[in-house]
């Protein structure tokens, strides 16, 4: 079975993608799987490092207003389409997946016009224009969140799930804890806004850091992203946290699922891997959704925990350092409140996701 996975753009496209993969070859070995990226994603860097072929045709992003990037985005969706007429005849595959990003329109849109068997995978409540585009032309549809099934054509949905890494589905806290040496009485706060770092998460982070510097109760964690980790430091120095011994930053981290396994509260981003992560551990939560999302999708992905009470949402306008501080405060000091939070958002994961998408797969095999 050849397999063409057209993953790409960010990380919330590309490891889903990449967990698909891993699924396929787990139960399929002999599977050729080939991954379909363009030059302008992080998928350049992050999949060829774990060992997957990867071809790339020309597609890029649009502005939001008229410029010379948005006649070169006009452009580049030409110039995929003939590319990704090139990829598939010269590739004959089986099976077409899109998991999101830019490569992923082109791409399906021809296979679907071939006949090739094909799915997408919608990691968010609220789809992005491309997929909804999408859902009218493709086989399957494997969706995140039942939130999303009203935006795609009946019949052609199945709830999957976001696949998360299996770390994220065995975690005890316990052990996590005592890895961190944590003590007993210590409340940890992990807080994190993407590989970039979230400007608003940060300077509230900073807040909450100069409150709990001199507390032995508290323990944050804070990773800030890359992007932004030399000004947190900056600043951090300037308001003399950097010596403190329950305060950490970092820009980012590989092992994040052990910082979410030992924490008691997280605030974080909403993006779709974010929230699958939480509820895989299950661990309460402050969501602040990014504004700029796409169609305010972080804000819908955010609602799927907040709304069942899982976790509070946070407009990101309406995020102070102090009022971060005050809810904060108030979550770790109503021990039944946080318990209640992390039932909630542990019953509304989906660790099987892996396990949904291959059953679909192979009913698209068969059908051949």
């Known amino acids: 079975m050849k397999v063409l996975i ?40 992050i999949i060829p490092q774990l060992g997957y072929p990867i071809e790339y045709i020309r597609v890029r992003g649009f502005e939001r207003q008229l410029s010379l990037e948005t006649l070169a985005a006009v452009k580049g969706i030409f110039d995929g389409m ?59 549809i494997a969706i995140s969140f039942k939130e999303a099934e009203q935006y795609f054509p009946a019949g052609k949905t199945f709830l999957a799930g976001n696949p998360v890494r299996s770390e994220y589905q065995s975690i005890n806290k316990q052990k996590s804890r005592k890895i961190l040496n944590l003590l007993d009485s210590q409340k940890m706060i992990l807080i994190m806004g993407g590989s970039q770092g979230a400007g608003s998460i940060n300077q509230g982070a900073l807040a909450l850091m100069a409150d709990y510097k001199n507390r032995n109760d508290r323990v944050i964690y804070h990773l800030t992203g890359k992007g932004q980790y030399n000004k947190i430091k900056e600043a951090m120095c300037k308001q003399g946290l950097e010596t403190s011994k329950n305060i950490f930053a970092e820009a980012y981290s590989n092992e994040v699922y052990q910082l979410l396994g030992a924490a008691d509260l997280v605030i ?14 299950g661990v309460p939560s402050i969501l ?20 069942q009470g899982g976790g509070i949402l946070i407009e990101d306008n309406a995020l102070t350092g102090e009022y971060l501080a005050e809810i904060t405060e108030l979550l770790l000091n109503d021990e039944p409140r946080l318990k209640r939070m992390s039932e909630i958002t542990k019953e509304l994961s989906i660790l099987d996701a892996g396990d949904r998408i291959y059953s679909e797969i192979n009913k698209l095999m068969e059908n051949l």
């Not at 993953?7 to 599977?31: F, Q, R, S, V, W």
């Not at 021809?110 to 491309?130: C, D, V």
């Open 6 to 45: 057209a993953a790409g753009g960010t990380g919330g496209h590309i490891y889903p993608g990449l967990a698909i993969a891993e699924k396929i070859k787990k139960e399929n070995p002999n599977a050729e799987i080939i991954f379909i990226g363009s030059k302008v994603g992080m998928e350049k860097n």
């Open 268 to 281: 974080s981003r909403s993006g779709a891997m974010s929230v699958a992560e939480i509820e895989a551990v």
């Open 288 to 307: 602040v959704p990014y504004p700029m999302a796409a169609g305010n999708h972080q804000d819908f992905n955010a609602r799927v925990i907040t709304d």
């Open 82 to 140: 003939r590319d990704a007429k090139k990829v598939l005849a010269r590739h004959q595959p089986d099976l077409v997946i899109g998991t999101g990003g830019f490569t992923a329109g082109p791409l399906l849109l021809l296979a679907s016009r071939l006949k090739i068997p094909t799915m997408i995978h919608e990691q968010n409540a609220f789809p992005g224009k491309t997929n909804r585009m999408l859902g009218k032309k493709v086989d399957r």
